[in-house]
């Protein structure tokens, strides 16, 4: 049961020595009772003490890892149900789902185009999670070679023990696939299976009762490490039994369901309502993503969206402020600025690449922020893109000096002439998409 804050303030060395960062011992462990601090920031607690703690600072979903070759999809370690109220710290994986009545080659075929999908988004490179194996009456161990023969991405493996056995014989072993899944009916096996190969294994359940009494029992045969699949697949039982076990393992600290969740919109057979369900999954709570199906649009979608949820809310995406050469620009071609913003960044950046117009591009340092966003709290004024063109050295990069504004901030061009008065300051448009007809009229 987890400790409340007094209570482990009463286990705490209570010297008030403020390395944790907190004030005093009783702050710290304030924030310990709510997930918001990890134990080993007190340099003092002792070996007893941490004994005791450990159930208040484990986090109430158990990390599990997925990983094979270098790659790994992690869930779990979440401690809160909104995102506004602190960051989610593990993004879900996509999973794309082969069968071992498949043969080899168009086995090879479905995986080839998943392990090769990588995708720039505001410069973070975007790809699936790994690809599921699923037993249906074929050669399991002959489709878990074909898969490993064509990528190196992490494994789901679905089937009975003896299959999944043959499945695991195929892999090295320092790889951690995800076993799927101990029922009422083989939990037994499943269990010894994944003691043996020291692996997570995934639990399905019709009810939170049934999964809970599940869990229970592969803890009491000393398993720790579990995925819960519930089996509903409409849109509202998927919603509601995600919700339920993830509101309980928060809010009531109910160790059974603390696991991350696993969702198979692939069960679905359609490639429409699929991708619907797989974006309410990564939406509630889902942490392995299950599809039949692979398409370079909707992965886009879904790894954007994955992107979105899982960026902290507090801090900006931002990119690195300096000077930008887009399409090798020369001594004569024009200065653009913009915010540090990451989308504000490639929103500029791939509009004026995509035409092949050379052009310089000034990133202002604006603490992440959107233009109209930094102009409004002070950090994109005359004086700050004055003193980064010139810390950057601009000076040093063009023999024309011209300087474009962003079209919303055009107020700022009587200042910005005063800041740098060898520079022509121009006033671009308001969108990034009309930069290139701007660039080819006016500059």
Request: contains cysteine.
């Amino acid at each position: 049961m987890a400790l409340s804050g007094i209570e482990i303030y009463q286990l705490l060395p209570k010297t008030n020595c403020k390395e944790c960062g907190f004030p005093t011992c009783l702050a710290f462990a304030m924030k310990l009772a709510a997930k918001q601090v990890e134990l080993d920031k007190c340099p003092d607690v002792s070996e007893e003490s941490r004994a005791k703690l450990a159930e208040a600072s484990a986090p109430p979903v158990r990390p599990i890892l997925v990983k094979s070759n270098g790659h790994e999809v992690k869930g779990g370690n979440e401690v809160v149900m909104f995102r506004h109220k602190k960051k989610f710290f593990s993004p879900p994986g996509l999973f794309i789902r082969v069968y071992d009545d498949q043969s080899v080659d168009a086995i090879k075929a479905k995986v080839q185009p998943v392990d090769e999908y990588v995708v720039d988004y505001v410069g973070m490179d975007l790809s699936m999670g790994g690809i599921a194996v699923q037993a249906q009456g074929g050669d399991f161990g002959a489709a878990v070679e074909a898969v490993r023969s064509a990528t190196t991405l992490p494994l789901i493996l679905i089937g009975d023990a003896g299959e999944l056995k043959e499945g695991l014989e195929k892999l090295d072993a320092d790889e951690t696939p995800l076993l799927c899944h101990a029922t009422n009916e083989n939990w037994e096996a499943m269990a010894d299976l994944a003691k043996e190969y020291e692996v997570p294994l995934s639990v399905a359940a019709d009810n939170v009762d049934e999964m809970v009494a599940l869990v229970e029992k592969l803890g009491d045969a000393e398993l720790e490490d579990f995925v819960l699949s519930p089996t509903q697949r409409t849109m509202l039982g998927t919603l509601t039994a995600n919700t339920t076990i993830r509101r309980t393992a928060l809010q009531e600290t109910f160790r059974p369901l603390g696991f991350p969740i696993l969702n198979f919109p692939g069960d679905v057979g359609d490639p429409i309502r699929e991708v619907s369900l797989a974006m309410q999954a990564i939406g509630k709570y889902g942490s392995y993503i299950v599809l039949d199906n692979f398409d370079k649009a909707t992965a886009y979608s879904m790894l954007v969206l994955i992107a979105n949820i899982y960026t902290d809310p507090q801090e900006p995406i931002q990119v690195t402020p300096g000077i930008y050469e887009l399409n090798e620009p020369g001594p004569e071609d024009p200065f653009l600025v913009t915010t540090n913003f990451s989308i504000t960044y490639f929103s500029v950046a791939n509009e004026v690449e995509s035409v092949g117009i050379p052009a310089w591009l000034l990133v202002t340092d604006s603490e992440g922020m959107s233009v109209l966003t930094a102009w409004a709290a002070g950090k994109f004024d005359a004086e700050i893109i004055a003193k980064d063109a010139k810390r950057f050295g601009a000076d040093d990069k063009v023999t024309k000096k011209r300087i474009v504004l962003p079209g919303h901030t055009a107020v700022l061009s009587g200042e910005l002439e005063e800041e740098l008065p060898d520079w022509a300051v121009k006033v671009g448009p308001k969108e990034a998409v009309d930069l290139p007809s701007y660039l080819k009229e006016v500059i």
